[in-house]
T-cell receptor, first 117, second 116 residues
Framework: GAVVSQHPSWVICKSGTSVKIECRSL??????MFWYRQFPKQSLMLMAT?????????EQGVEKDKFLINHASLTLSTLTVTSAHPEDSSFYIC?????????????FGSGTRLTVV | AQKITQTQPGMFVQEKEAVTLDCTYD???????LFWYKQPSSGEMIFLIY??????QNATEGRYSLNFQKARKSANLVISASQLGDSAMYFC?????????????FGQGTELSVKP
């Protein structure tokens, strides 16, 4: 089946530094990528939607200058958390859609646990 | 406005018994899809079952079935013969419209604990 590889699985960074999270679709072309953030015991909150070759569409309240999303190819999308602060500590997870996917064709990455110290 | 609502923050069920997890939704779009995912402590999202708004029959996948009541806008998940490995967070999600890039919106989740 379709697989999305997400790296790193976990990362600890110092406050003020930037962190890049990658999601790669291994056996299909991800025309659309969704990025979510999840705090402990809470729901997945959609941060942004990106289509290959286009600028990402951010959800209301998400700082586009802080959470940079790049979807330059059909198999790779990245989320960069810039100038990270402790409040950015969270679980980040991506979800990819293939162009010809059926009604339920969403493939999730395994997630990245970010801790900012 | 909350579009997907799960009103049970936590549920307990005895092993081998059935359990129903509630989900209600709100949309004015006649075309939509409803999903259930399982999220164990590892964080991965495991797809369980899907119901399209035009599907005439309730979806079933092994021990999982979706009780789709369109008029009530509910899409409850029924897990039969619960197993200890079913202990996890369960999320209901909705995709509005049927375009290829439709985003998924998730409910608050229900934490299911299966007792031996």
């Amino acid at each position: 089946g379709a697989v999305v590889s997400q790296h790193p699985s976990w990362v600890i960074c110092k406050s003020g530094t930037s962190v890049k999270i990658e999601c790669r679709s291994l056996d299909f072309q991800a025309t659309t990528m969704f990025w979510y953030r999840q705090f402990p015991k809470q729901s997945l909150m959609l941060m942004a939607t990106s289509n290959e070759g286009s600028k990402a569409t951010y959800e209301q309240g998400v700082e586009k200058d802080k959470f940079l999303i790049n979807h330059a190819s059909l198999t790779l999308s990245t989320l960069t958390v810039t100038s990270a602060h402790p409040e950015d500590s969270s679980f980040y997870i991506c979800s990819a859609r293939e162009a010809q996917a059926g009604g339920y064709g969403y493939t999730f990455g395994s997630g990245t646990r970010l801790t900012v110290v | 406005a909350q579009k997907i609502t799960q009103t049970q923050p936590g549920m307990f069920v005895q092993e081998k018994e059935a359990v129903t997890l509630d989900c209600t939704y709100d949309t004015s779009d006649p075309s939509y899809g409803l999903f259930w995912y399982k999220q164990p402590s590892s964080g991965e999202m495991i797809f369980l079952i899907y119901q399209g708004s035009y599907d005439q029959q309730n979806a079933t996948e092994g021990r999982y079935s979706l009780n789709f009541q369109k008029a009530r806008k509910s899409a409850n998940l029924v897990i039969s013969a619960s197993q200890l490995g079913d202990s996890a967070m369960y999320f209901c999600a909705m995709r509005e419209g049927y375009n290829q890039g439709g985003k998924l919106i998730f409910g608050q989740g229900t934490e299911l604990s299966v007792k031996p």
